[in-house]
């Protein structure tokens, strides 16, 4: 009964606040009576008052409102304990007092409902902030832990670049003793020979001299595929297809192994830098293909982009696991992770595919030139313009 009667209380009290000012007290004198026949007392409608302020209106009530709505309320309540001050006399004041008390508790606790809103949020804001903060946290963690990995690459690659440099003076160093050296040599003992036979026999004079010329000719031809393998002047003199064909037609004598060649002309538009680490990563990929893939076609593509060059090295042969490679322990030769900081040097990209039954395909991307961010007219939006 108790219940059915709340519910009543709550029901008539928020009809009499939206009625306002016109509103009629009836309704809050029969519940005064209904509450009398429920044996309930002025500390409990007091109570029920409050929870259905607190609870039912105030919630949906704007704040400048509150004051003259729970004022209103205080007034249906006043009213509503009346049947029973009748039956239940006691001092008018006090029944006013605990009205004062219920309306200031009312304000209260509304107060402190609406504190514990904004805790709530700032709970939530603190949480979300705390969040933000721990995947930054792991953001730089992850940056830290890649900086380190690519230090760690660095330190490996200079020393790779010593140890390479090192190889490549031994073998220069041998190759002028074993061969030059050896060669040279021969030539002064024929020479000595040609002093002797020109005082003894004339007739044979013309066969050490031929003899003489060929080893003369082949320590040349010696000397010029040094100074190709370390830097070819064509290179420098004719550009980088020109260079291209002059490699790949001694990689085919050398190999067996014919390379096809597609490119444009405005290539060598390039300045030396990329034409040069164009032609070094050419060089090193049909190596690598000669020494390791066992193939029998590589096809090289120049390609001109937006504001790109692509080039492509791609063989038939075998396959080989890509990221094992890109690390430099224990190679005898920078390889594949030279080309890449070759290339990322002028703000390149360096990628590698390879798979069993298709081969690789070595891929190169280098700005053809300097680009700049520009507007585009109407839209407002960026875009990237080569010069």
């Known amino acids: ?202 007739k044979s004079l013309d066969r050490s001299i031929a003899s003489t010329q060929r080893l003369v000719e082949k320590s040349v031809n010696i000397v010029h595929q040094f100074a190709r393998e370390l830097r070819p002047a064509v290179l420098d003199d004719l550009g980088l297809i020109p260079a291209l064909h002059s490699f790949m037609k001694n990689f085919t004598t050398r190999t067996g192994i014919r390379p096809s060649l597609t490119t444009f002309a405005a290539v060598e538009q390039l300045d030396t830098a990329k034409r040069t680490i164009l032609y070094r990563v050419a060089q090193e990929s049909l190596t690598n293909v000669a020494r390791h893939a066992q193939a029998s076609r590589v096809d090289v593509s120049i390609q001109k982009l937006r504001c790109d060059v692509r080039m492509e090295i791609k063989d038939n042969g075998k396959s080989f696991d890509v990221q094992g490679a890109l690390h430099v322990n224990g190679n005898k030769r920078l390889g594949l992770l030279g080309m890449r900081e070759r290339v990322e040097m002028v703000d390149g990209t360096f990628c590698v595919e390879s798979a069993p039954g298709q081969g690789t395909t070595i891929r190169v991307e280098i700005p053809f030139a300097k680009m700049r961010k520009g507007p585009l007219k109407k839209s407002g939006k960026t875009t990237l313009e080569c010069l």
């Open 1 to 202: 009964m108790k219940r059915k009667f709340s519910r009543r209380y709550q029901a008539a009290l928020r009809t009499h606040l939206k009625q306002g000012h016109q509103a009629s007290l009836e309704s809050a004198r029969g519940l005064g009576s209904e509450a009398l026949a429920a044996g309930l007392q002025t500390l409990d409608l007091a109570k029920l008052h409050e929870q259905t302020l607190v609870t039912e209106v105030l919630p949906d009530c704007p704040a400048g409102k509150r004051a003259a709505l729970i004022k209103q309320a205080g007034t249906f309540f006043t009213e509503a304990i009346i049947p029973i001050e009748k039956i239940h006399p006691g001092p008018r004041e006090a029944a006013i007092h605990l009205n004062q008390i219920v309306e200031m508790l009312s304000q209260r606790t509304m107060e402190l409902a609406a504190s514990n809103r904004e805790l709530k949020q700032e709970i939530v804001q603190r949480k979300a902030v705390e969040t933000a903060l721990k995947k930054s946290e792991h953001h730089y963690s992850q940056l830290l832990e890649q900086s380190n990995r690519l230090q760690e690459q660095l330190r490996q690659l200079s020393r790779q670049i010593l140890s390479t440099q090192e190889e490549e003076r031994r073998k220069i160093s041998r190759e002028l003793h074993d061969v030059i050296a050896q060669t040279l040599t021969g030539i002064n003992i024929r020479l000595a020979s040609l002093k002797k036979e020109a005082a003894l026999d004339t």
